[in-house]
Every structure is written in C-alpha cells, then in structure tokens.
C-alpha cells in the first residue's frame, strides 16, 4: 500500500505526459508522429515478427561483450594506478586527456581498425565504459581510510595479506560503483555504436526504421525499450550490492 | 620490574597552516616499567595523540627516542599494538576474521581457535560470524581490544578507547579491560580526557601540559584492586588532577 502510495506521483506524471503526448499529435493531426497508441500496436508488430528480440539479443550482446572487456581490464589497471604512485602519475594524465573524448568521435577509427561488424561496435563500448570504471577503482584505492592501512600496518602483515584482506575488499564497493556507472554508459553508447551500418541491434532498429519509410512509431518504441533495458540493467548491477563482499558498505 | 618502555627527550614539531613550525611535544622524558599500566591526561590539542604515535612507530620524531627493552622503536610491528579512539575494525571482515588477520605463521585451525578464545574472552562468544556493522559500539571496542590482545603485544597503546562510549558502558569495558589485564600481563599506555578512568584503572598518571607538551606532573596511582573511586583518598588524587589541569573542583 505505501509503496503504491510512494508510486503514485510518478505514475500521475508518466499518465499527464501520454496524455498530453496523444492531445498535441491528435490535434496537429500529423501523419508521421505517431499517439502513444501507436508505438503500442508498433511494438507489439515488432514483438510477432520476432525481430524485436534479435535486435534486443544482438544490443545486450555487444554491450556484454564490450562492457565485461572493459571490467577485465579497468579494474587491475585502476587498482595498480591506486596502489602504485608511479604508475598513476604514468597514466592519469593520459587516461585524464582520453576520457572526455565522446565515443562517437572514436567512430571513425573504429571502424578503420575493426571494420563494420560486431567488432567496431564493442570497442566503442570498451573505450567508453572503460574510463569511468578506471577512475573510480583509482579513487577507491586512494580514499581507503587510513586508519584501516594503520591498522594492517601495525599487526606486520605481509604485502600479499594486505592486498587481499584489505586492499581489495576495500574498494570492492567503489569497483561495483564503477561498474554501475560504466554499463550505464556503455548501454548509453549502444545506440551510437550501432549507427555503424550493422543488421542488427536497436541503434539499428532505430535508425532503419526512420530510413525505411519514416516509421516513427518503432522509433519511438525502440527508445522505450532503450530505456526500460537501461533501467533494469541498473537495477540488476544494484542488485550486486547485496553480496556480502559489498554489503557492508551499504548496510548501515 | 624492569623498564620496559623508555622516551627519551622526545620532540615533534609540524609544519603549521601559516608557514613555520607547530611544535607539538617538547622535550618529553618518562620510563615505564614493564606490566605497567601509564595512564596519559592533558587538555584537549596538547598533543597526547602525538605522542602516542611517536611512541608505537607511526610518526618519527624531530628528536629523541623511544626506546623498547633497550632498543630503539622507528617503525610500528605487532609488539605493541595501537588502539585508535576511531576504531580500526575491519568493517568487510567478520569479527573472527578480524581476530585472525594480525596471527601470522599459525596453521589456519589454530588461527581460528585462538580467535574464537579471544573473541570469548572480550565477551564476544556467538558474534564470531557477526559483521561490525551488525555490532554495538561497546561490541565493536570489545572486538577492536579482542583483536589487539589475540597477537599477545607486550605494549597495548589506547588512544582514548572507551570516550565515544556511553558512560555506562565506558564504565563497563574499564572493569573488563582490567579483568582481562590481570590475567594477561601487558604494558598499557592509556590517553584518557577522564581522570576519574585514569584512576581506577592506571598504576601512574603522566599529567602533560597545553601544546608544545611536556610533562608537567607525575601522579603514582597506590590504590589496590577493585578500587573504591568514592575514597577520600582517591577523590583528594582527582582534585591534584585536575588542579594540574587547571580545572578547580572541589
């Protein structure tokens, strides 16, 4: 009942937008933006002919792909830059330079190096989702609180058991954080990824759809399958945040 | 006894916001004997933390020595073992696993063994798979001492332990601290703002003065154990105290 409640505005606000949404079209009487009913009936064409979920598996699998490339080099590489200062004076800056870099300016060089396919698409994933899980596993090395290294230092453990009974689990939640905001973004750039003339993927849908006979009611349900995608996504990385390696950092 | 703990002429100044030195401790000089339980007090800022990380390694002095069984301590190790005011439990290790993390070199039956008699010791029996997030702050200080005294160090260095306890509370881990130190002989240096838990607990009282700290009184605590603090003699000690610190209280 109280989360209904909590729901309620939220919901009110989703329902004033449809509405407000399906008045403008209906009144401008345009033939090419499509009423909120519209997007339903196209979804639901897109869901009989089964073309949705090939889009929707060839997205998710480049996202995976490109995304769990990026975990598997992001983390050691942020973890050394935080726990040797050389090696962070080495590559921040580089790192700092690279990061602001949009994706979509990595296109061409992309596809010079991968050509079109699933290649191309993956590295802009990797290259964007890579960054922010660097900073963030660095961060975490170095906000580690110093009493905790003070406390290591003071029992004469060796360098081995600090690194994997403090060190590590340390900033094991900052990883997940990392993490989380790295496949946001890296589901944020699928669409992008996906302009490059590939078959599949709903970048693909997206922009297939306006090319091949201005359908702007798939459009518009691809963007919305975009979204609800994204969130679960997140929920599902939040759902991480539960194991009890990270859960002491939240449970409080 | 022998001594056991020996400062000598210790000075520590740090670079100050303004640009040249603070100096924080000036020409401290004291010995402790071994199984001797040092009592600190001193106005707030005067320097006694400083102190205390001078002497267990993990600041290194502009002058002078610490001196440990006639050797020179530049470096912390597991012989003398720092308790922070903050507390330092690993909150990502159960309290058992906190209790093994300082026991190098034993079998990992044996490690957990000798944890989980710590953690019965300190009163923390059926909380070894408990999270620190799942303790009290009075469990949490148990599982903090548990953790310092499981490595058997001859020098315990408490910083103020027992101060962000409730009164009652404070009260209690006192008394345990003393049930557990009478079995187990360890050197304790204790900061205290209290000076009423300076005397029931310590054998002498060092009183420092206000920054650059030294030490401007010495008080030898000859009460016996379990002491009375309603005493006449042990509320006259209280008032010295205090008018060392400049608090006049009748």
């Known amino acids: 009942m109280n989360r209904f409640k909590e729901t309620l505005p939220a919901l009110a606000v989703i329902a004033a937008l449809l509405a407000i949404w399906w008045i403008a079209v209906s009144a401008t009487r345009s033939v090419i933006f499509p009423t909120p009913w519209g997007v339903v009936t196209g979804t639901l064409e897109l869901l009989n002919d089964g073309t949705l979920w090939r889009h929707i598996g060839a997205s998710l699998l480049r996202v995976g792909a490109g995304f769990l490339l990026a975990v598997c080099v992001a983390v050691p590489v942020g973890l050394w830059m935080g726990w040797v200062n050389g090696a962070y004076r080495t590559l921040n800056p580089i790192f700092q330079i690279l990061r602001p870099i949009s994706p979509i300016a990595w296109i061409p060089i992309a596809i010079l190096w991968f050509g079109v396919g699933n290649a191309s698409p993956i590295y802009l994933i990797f290259i964007s989702s890579v960054f922010p899980m660097v900073v963030q596993t660095t961060v975490g090395v170095h906000t580690i609180e110093k009493r905790y290294l003070r406390a290591a230092e003071n029992f004469g453990v060796s360098r081995h058991t600090l690194f994997t009974q403090v060190v590590i689990p340390a900033v094991l939640p900052q990883v997940l954080t990392g993490m989380r905001i790295g496949l946001g973004v890296a589901w944020l750039v699928v669409v992008a990824a996906e302009m490059i003339a590939l078959h599949s993927g709903l970048g693909y849908m997206i922009m297939d759809s306006r090319n091949a006979g201005n359908r702007y009611d798939l459009v518009i349900a691809g963007m919305i399958i975009i979204g609800l995608i994204g969130l679960s996504l997140d929920g599902t990385m939040r759902l991480l945040e539960r194991i009890k390696w990270v859960r002491w950092r939240y449970a409080h | ?250």
């Not at chain 2, 290790?93 to 010791?121: C, Q, S, W």
């Not at chain 2, 310092?148 to 881990?173: G, H, N, Q, T, W």
């Open chain 2, 1 to 250: 006894m022998p001594t056991k703990i020996e400062v000598r002429d210790l000075r520590k100044a740090f670079a100050s916001d303004k640009g040249g030195a603070l100096s924080v401790v000036e020409n401290v000089s004291f010995s402790v004997r071994d199984g001797e339980f040092i009592a600190i007090v001193g106005p707030s800022g005067c320097g006694k933390t400083t102190l205390m990380n001078i002497m267990a390694g993990f600041i290194k002095p502009d002058g002078g020595a610490v001196m440990i069984d006639g050797v020179a301590r530049t470096k912390p190790d597991a012989r003398g073992i720092l308790i922070s005011q903050q507390g330092s439990v690993f909150p990502w290790l159960t309290v058992r696993e906190n209790l093994m993390f300082g026991l190098n070199g034993h079998a990992p039956a044996n490690k957990m063994a000798i944890a989980d008699e710590y953690a019965d010791i300190v009163g923390l029996k059926g909380f070894e798979e408990s999270y620190p997030h799942e303790l009290s702050g009075g469990m949490l200080k148990r599982a903090e001492l548990a953790r310092a005294l499981v490595v058997k160090p001859e020098i315990l260095y408490m910083d103020e332990p027992f101060s962000a306890l409730d009164a009652l509370i404070s009260l209690r881990m006192r008394n345990e601290l003393l049930r557990i130190l009478a079995k187990e002989k360890h050197t304790v240096m204790l900061i205290t703002h209290d000076v009423e838990e300076a005397i029931h607990v310590a054998d002498r009282i060092l009183v420092l003065s206000p920054r650059p700290t030294h030490i401007q009184a010495t008080f030898d605590v000859p009460f016996a154990h379990p002491r009375k603090l309603s005493s006449r003699e042990a509320q006259e000690l209280r008032v010295a105290i205090l008018r060392e610190l400049g608090v006049d209280h009748e």
